[in-house]
């Protein structure tokens, strides 16, 4: 049996208009996806970057993030098959949902102190963040021009991490007259779930591939639809597709840091204003991060792979020399030597290097992730095969973020825990060379899928 040809997610595109801004186009539907994001894991990312959610003891927000994390790794891998059944905008509002609950699930804890329904929120979460992030790296990276992807991921990762600036101006502002204050109020957690609903409404103006055409009137697939026993078996061949074993290692290290640098760091060496304030520049950090290396993926040379070569090495280079600054400034404490709290106004010159660190762990979450998407981009041209490779790097970097949590539930030492973040980022720089080398097409050459037809139909 066929869809139904009424449904939205199925319709034909229309021809473009010759307008910039039209609403069929990618730049549209990126900045759209942008926004979405930037209500929902933008705010998230400003609540989790206080350090310990917001709370004083880590142990709700860690064992809430394990939750999260673990259903996440199940549901990011089949956030992808799920997309292409769905189509984006159920997909999108089903994810969006639920990081409304997690922000409630604290604004509870503030006041009776049990975990339980933290974890149970987090582990929701993580069904949700799947299905979203799987339809967010489909649309950002299967809808703009093949030329031009490293840009669109910058807008997007842009937009998404404003949520985390205004996100981290929140609790800046709720506590800023209260220097000694130990947890956030709850106006906090307020202000995060009206954002978070918004995006869940936003994410029904997001158009299918379907109905999404480039400037030069190509449209982003000819994909109408899937079926459950497809994208079952589709799913299943990633395991053993060679491309995404050569990104699984950068996959599990690119959310591995969030434990340290959220909760050994920003949450051990500043009190609780100063953090919301780090918060503000870590995220605006990471949009000059995602611009500056978009850029470099881009423009910088004439040849694809080069850009590849080129983007892969800076953002080594900078890794590098931030993981060592990170160990400079680790070795000044322990997890049994904690030092006194940093305040941005009282503390001086002692606040400066700790936070130029932060934020560079800010600039280069983004550029290290934004290279990672325009490998992924690269890889192929249309939407279905881009949800499944996208659902799948969210799936294991999931799945490693859920492991590094409770590596620091476990009390593992803080030297140990950068040790473990810098070794497995570095291991990932030389399997991107090999799979660009490999696998990664010149703009002259075509991608995976670029003539892809239509699918198996979804029997409803």
């Not at 985390?164 to 800023?176: A, H, R, S």
């Not at 869940?200 to 109408?224: E, H, M, Q, Y």
Request: with cysteine; proline share 4%; net charge neutral.
């Amino acid at each position: 049996m066929g869809g139904f040809e009424g449904n939205p997610d199925q319709e034909s595109a229309a021809p473009p208009r010759k307008s910039l801004f039209r609403y069929n186009s990618p730049l549209v539907q990126v900045s759209l996806i942008g926004l979405v994001c930037f209500c929902c894991p933008g705010m998230f990312n400003a609540l989790s970057g206080m350090g310990a959610g917001g709370q004083v003891d880590p142990t709700a927000a860690n064992n809430a993030n394990t939750a999260l994390y673990t259903t996440f790794a199940v549901f990011g891998v089949l956030g992808g098959g799920i997309y292409n059944v769905l189509g984006p905008r159920l997909t999108l509002a089903a994810g969006c949902s639920t990081y409304v609950l997690y922000a409630g699930s604290f604004l509870y804890y503030n006041h009776y102190h049990h975990q339980a329904f933290a974890i149970v929120a987090g582990a929701i979460l993580g069904i949700g963040a799947g299905l979203l992030w799987a339809g967010e790296g489909a649309i950002m990276t299967s809808y703009p021009p093949r030329d031009r992807k490293g840009t669109y991921i910058s807008l997007f990762w842009s937009i998404f991490n404003m949520g985390g600036v205004i996100g981290g101006l929140i609790p800046f502002i709720l506590n800023y007259n209260n220097s000694t204050a130990a947890s956030v109020n709850d106006g906090t957690y307020i202000g995060f779930m009206c954002f978070m609903s918004v995006g869940a409404i936003l994410s029904f103006a997001i158009l299918p591939p379907s109905k999404v055409i480039r400037d030069d009137g190509s449209s982003c697939t000819n994909v109408k639809y899937s079926s459950v026993s497809t994208e079952a078996i589709e799913i299943l061949k990633l395991f053993l597709n060679w491309k995404m074993l050569l990104i699984l290692p950068a996959s599990w290290a690119s959310n591995f840091f969030y434990s340290y640098q959220f909760t050994n760091v920003n949450g051990v060496l500043f009190n609780l204003r100063t953090r919301g304030l780090n918060n503000v520049f870590y995220w605006g950090a990471q949009m000059l991060g995602s611009v500056g290396i978009g850029y470099v993926l881009d423009f910088s040379f004439s040849s694809r792979k080069t850009r590849g070569y080129v983007g892969i090495s800076i953002v080594a280079l900078i890794g590098t020399a931030v993981w060592g600054g990170g160990l400079a400034n680790q070795l000044n404490y322990s997890r049994h030597d904690l030092p006194d709290k940093l305040d941005f106004k009282d503390s001086g010159s002692d606040y400066a290097g700790p936070f130029v660190l932060y934020f560079s762990y800010g600039l280069l979450d983004a550029m290290f992730q934004s290279l990672v998407y325009w490998v992924i981009g690269s890889l192929a041209d249309d939407s279905e095969t881009l949800s499944r490779y996208s659902g799948f790097y969210k799936g294991v970097q999931s799945a490693g973020a859920a492991v590094a949590w409770q590596i620091d539930q476990h009390k593992v030492p803080f030297l140990t825990e950068l040790i473990i973040n810098w070794s497995l980022m570095t291991v990932g720089y030389p399997l991107l060379l090999v799979l660009v080398k490999l696998a990664v097409k010149d703009d002259k050459e075509g991608e995976e899928g670029a003539k892809k037809e239509v699918a198996p139909s979804f029997a409803h």
